[in-house]
């Protein structure tokens, strides 16, 4: 499976501290993605690299990837409480016959302690 | 209001009898798509469709069925449930391949089959 794999699978920081998750996969893949989850909830959008791009920002969200590694990175700065939720990784991996497929990963849950 | 919308919510049923969980988007996507999410695995793709009738196996379709005739409906339909279906499940849409861009996601269904 291309699934990607998160890390760590829990975290709890206190707020205003900044948060690290991370997201390994097995393939080339042709973009990544970082979902949010809100308990039980459908998952929110919040960012999408391509693989020919190794950095993004959006708001207090930083977002690396390293496809020599095949590995991401998602950054929350300044955590809020509201940002307590499960993140998720997804990837599209490159088949060659378009990008019809997201594989996601387990999720990393993060709470944030106010 | 974009949305995707879910029906039913909550399911409670019982093993072989066959149900029906709609799922209806309003923002003219061409792709449409089902996942279903169990504790410890994630999100896992059961069947996508990448056009009116044109619909293709994830990664776990066994026991399931879709059909799309219109391009805003994407039916999940399980033919006989059993046991092991009991899970929660999302539909998804996007404008393009799930990996060229944002997947919207509808609330969630509930389901357990007893």
């Known amino acids: 499976s291309q699934q990607g794999e998160e890390d760590p699978q829990a975290l709890s920081i206190q707020e205003g501290e900044n948060a690290t998750m991370n997201c390994s996969y097995k393939?080339?893949?042709?973009?990544l993605q970082w979902y949010r989850q809100n308990s039980g909830r459908g998952l929110v959008h919040l960012i999408l690299i391509r693989s020919n791009e190794r950095e993004k920002h959006s708001g207090r969200l930083r977002v690396t990837l390293d496809t020599s590694k095949k590995s991401s990175s998602l950054l929350i700065t300044a955590s809020r409480a509201a940002d307590t939720a499960s993140y998720f990784c997804?990837?599209?991996?490159?088949?060659?016959?378009?990008?019809?497929?997201?594989?996601f990963g387990k999720g990393t849950k993060l709470s944030v302690i106010p | 209001e974009a949305q995707v919308t879910q029906n039913p919510r909550y399911l409670i049923t019982v093993t072989g009898k066959k149900l029906t969980v709609t799922c209806s988007q309003n923002m003219n996507h061409e792709y449409m798509s089902w996942y279903r999410q169990d504790p410890g695995l994630g999100l896992r793709q059961i069947y996508y469709s990448m056009n009116v009738e044109v619909t293709d196996k994830g990664d776990v379709p066994e026991g399931y069925k879709v059909s799309r005739k219109e391009k805003r409906n994407f039916p999940l339909i399980l033919e006989s449930p059993s046991p092991n279906q009991t899970s929660l499940y999302f539909c998804?849409?996007?404008?393009?391949?799930?990996?060229?861009?944002?997947?919207?996601f509808g609330p969630g269904t509930r389901l357990t089959v007893l």
């Open positions: 997804a990837t599209d991996y490159d088949s060659g016959a378009g990008s019809y497929q997201l594989t």
């Open positions: 393939t080339s893949i042709n973009n």
């Open positions: 998804a849409s996007s404008f393009a391949g799930a990996g060229s861009g944002e997947q919207f």
